[in-house]
């Protein structure tokens, strides 16, 4: 089989390489091939589906036409196990080979294993894909799962946590570290935070994990590594995603933690391209390429990666990591550097309401915005996250940075005019 | 068309031409804003809830209807400067690449459209919209909210009910 572009992979980073060829060649053959067999959905979703408020089909991400629209070939239940660069062909695990003449690995993230005894027992479930999803929601339904420990106190444990909660299970978070989502958030957010999840009915043990899990063939309860023993006869694996880098490895692209790439998002191997959680782009509040494994740079990234595979010049130069979320009916969203080292000199300014549970805090490094965190009160975040993007000095309005109605009215005009497209006369 | 209409349309489209490749990322302009001539007397707000309210009555909507109608333009103010601000539509919505579940698209007319049924409050959407034009609804199932250009009428409401000449409609294809 021939074709000219080769994806590899089936969510936000391939569809943004997908949709954004097709604006440069509507007729460039496409072959996307995915290990898992259905249309592209909504990862974020699987905590939906594990409520019972979404079914599969709502949860698509782009409309069941969509291949067919974009005209491209999909080989799904299919893996790609070698890749032979040299002579730009990709081997299928049924020994098909497919021809190409670009390609791009949008492989994703795959789930965190930790090494812990007893986890091939009945019960044991990680939080990435449909199939996890589908395999929960067949436990949570037997009347036997009264009880449910997850491992992990970051964002996909707590959605994961709070899904099973709404399904009336009783549920404990077990998170090594001393704080709920220690990487998304600071420790003045994350005890807000904790407060919220402690009055859902959530129980969390922070500052252990599970050592050992309990049980014959069937889960019956897990250890921590102080001896405690809590019941259970479901866990999840919440601890979080590591790049999928086995394809770039055996085929000698230099990776990183995720697979390397230019601004481009082009591998040292060129016209092999990568985006989304597999790789490593470039993240501009750190000026350096670095992991960011959100859905929303998966996107934009394959959507760069794309564009440059059709020919059109495209850099992936504004994305940075960034955490919305509403759990336990908290907004809370975070971006950039929100919280640096206190030796880095940075100018710190916030806003505390712990009555009303609102904490807005700006890092400002030289007077211009680095991170943020808008907690409670989140409408505008968007113009925080542009002004952080474009540099702009903000000496002149920093101080209204974290007031309640701050928005454009409260920046000087000409940044308004410039940026915000507002005319001034 | 009359030679003064003509003069009338090159100028805004040179003005557009200009706001395309000064701006973030190249967006054309569907409602233009000109804050000076905005004195902030919100009728805009006000509109824009008739125009979304089930009856479309101006009394019906802020006496009747519950859950109460929301705005999808906001002016944010800070005395004496008032920026009515709604969705600009852009060319290259953020938006619309960072929904984590495909409810906001573009359509063929350029007009950014969010479907409500697919969204779930994630919010992600206003950490990236650039004019802070997005907010929450949450008087039922949480979902975004945003100007949709007034499908069912010509002109959207909070253009044609401007009082001042602050809101501009310029079809731009």
Redesign the interface.
Known sequence: MKCKYLIIGNSAGAI?AVEAIRKVDSNGSITLVSDESNHVY?R??IS?YVRDIATFD?????PKSFYDDQNVNTLFGKKVVKLQIDEWKAVLDDGQEIEHKSLLLATGGKPIIPKIKGLDKNGVHSFTTISDAKAIRERVEQPATKKAVVLGGGLIGLLAAEALLSRMINVTVVELSDRLLGPVLDPTASTIMARKVEQSGLTVITGHTISEVLGVDEICGVMLDDGRKIDCELLILGVGVTPNTQLALDSDLKVNRGIIVNKRMETTTPSVYACGDCAEPYDFAYDSFRPTPI??AA??SG?VAGSNMAGLESEYDNGTC?N???IFDF?V?S?GRFNPGEDEGCDILYRLDEAQSVYRKVVLNKNRIIGAILAGE??????I??LMK?KVDASEFKE?LNHK?F????LP?AI?N???????? | MKTGEKFCLLIINIELFI?FF???DG?V?SI?????YCIGCRLCEVHCKVEHSASKDILSAFKRERPAVLSRI?V???KP???P?QC?HCKTP?CV??C???AISKDENGVVLHNPE?C?????C???????A???DERGK?VASKCDLCPSRKIPACVENCPNGALIYVEAK
């Not at chain 1, 709502?58 to 782009?62: A, N, Q, S, V």
């Open positions: 943004g909504s974020p979703m939906h709502e949860m698509l991400y782009r859905w929303p996107y934009r959507a960034m919305s979320m509403d907004p969203i971006v989140i409408e505008k975040a968007g113009i996250l542009s474009n209204a109605d928005g454009l009215a409260y005009v308004r410039k940026m915000f497209r507002v005319k001034k006369d | 706001l000064n701006n973030l967006a302009l233009q804003i000109n804050e000076k906001h944010d103010e800070k400067v008032s920026v601000m600009r953020l690449s960072a984590l579940t495909g697919k779930i409050g994630c919010w992600t206003i950490m990236v919209c650039p004019f802070g997005i907010s929450r949480k």
